[in-house]
């Protein structure tokens, strides 16, 4: 395995991406996109745990959903195997790494935590003891760092739900950081990972699979998903990356949170992220007092979206960015 690094600054990101772009139409992807078409649905192992699917999507490709906490990918090649994000635990890293024992017996190579938040990398220890290298970029295994207890604290009712030790988590930070682009090279495969600046947050780290016409996104974008909004420094730098993202020359969005998606779910995502910005912005202008705000911004047309129980503490976020500029959460 080799991995490339390097330092684009801000200006050459545009080319970057437009590279990306270019290297994603070889004719050799629509005849894999045709295997994929074909591969029997058999292929599909759907675990007795309610919720959780571990699903090919390409021929060498699996993306465990779990709907009820997060997402994982795993790219199986003759070299070995990588895999972006470890779920919410130890006990769900190791859950994940028995299922990848099903498809092959090739050692774990990399792992990349997508983002800081710990439902994407609580579950490191046992692919650390694996020997897989830890792959990060550089805010988000800054991030994972600072504020750890906070993360363990915020999933205590995850833990409890599922009988998790919360004293179990243990910090495993990335082996080697990025700044803005990475190409990690594996069994012919090229993975490229990418920094296009903070979404939802600092770190946000798209992976993109060129042979099979498919990025990976962070909490940045889930279909249909009220996301988080403590940690994002510029909501206006998220609208245009997910704008960015929407207009990537991809079939298929494998999200953190949520099923496979396409550029039309994070069209209505941002759709929805956008209306939910200027109203509070709006409301902040004409002088409305959190409290009122919190009263009278009911969002219903939202109601069946995932995470909708999080208005308030949406609300709240927002005016501490709009208001104030901090992020309380990350200091
Ligand atoms: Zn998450």
Request: hydrophobic share 40%.
């Amino acid at each position: 395995m080799r991995a490339t690094h390097s330092n684009a600054i801000t200006s050459a990101r545009g080319s970057a991406v437009r590279t990306l772009g270019r290297r994603l139409v070889h004719p050799f992807l629509l005849l894999a996109a045709v295997v994929f078409v074909s591969a029997p649905a058999a292929a599909q192992e759907t675990s007795q745990r309610s919720g959780v699917e571990f699903k090919q999507v390409a021929p060498d490709l699996y993306f465990l959903f779990e709907f009820t906490s997060s997402n994982s990918v795993v790219l199986v090649t003759g070299d070995g195997v990588l895999v972006i994000d470890t779920r919410q635990h130890p006990r769900d890293g190791q859950d994940l790494i028995d299922r990848i024992r099903k498809v092959t017996d090739k050692p774990i190579k990399w792992v990349i935590n997508s983002h800081f938040h710990g439902d994407h990398h609580f579950g490191n220890p046992p692919f650390k003891a694996a020997g897989a290298t830890i792959v990060a970029q550089k805010d988000t295994a800054r991030l994972m760092e600072k504020v750890q207890p906070k993360e363990i604290a915020r999933r205590g009712n995850f833990f409890k739900s599922r009988g998790f030790d919360p004293n179990e988590v243990k910090l495993v930070l990335p082996d080697v950081t990025f700044d803005s682009e990475m190409t990690i090279h594996l069994g012919g495969r090229e993975v490229r990972l990418a920094y296009l600046g903070p979404g939802q947050q600092a770190g946000d780290t798209f992976v993109f699979f060129p042979h099979a016409r498919m990025v990976f996104t962070t909490g940045m974008f889930g279909p249909r998903s009220m996301p988080n909004m403590a940690f994002t420094p510029s909501v206006e730098t998220w609208l245009k990356l997910l704008d960015q993202l929407a207009a990537m020359d991809v079939d298929k969005i494998l999200p953190a949170h949520g099923d496979v998606s396409t550029g039309k779910d994070v069209k209505e995502l941002a759709a929805m992220l956008a209306d939910e910005y200027a109203t509070v912005k709006d409301a902040i202008a004409k002088g409305m007092s959190l409290d009122d705000a919190l009263k009278t911004l009911k969002f219903p047309q939202y109601k069946d979206w995932r995470n909708y129980g999080r208005l308030e503490g949406e609300i709240k976020a927002l005016y501490e960015l709009i208001q104030t500029g901090k992020r309380g959460y990350l200091d």
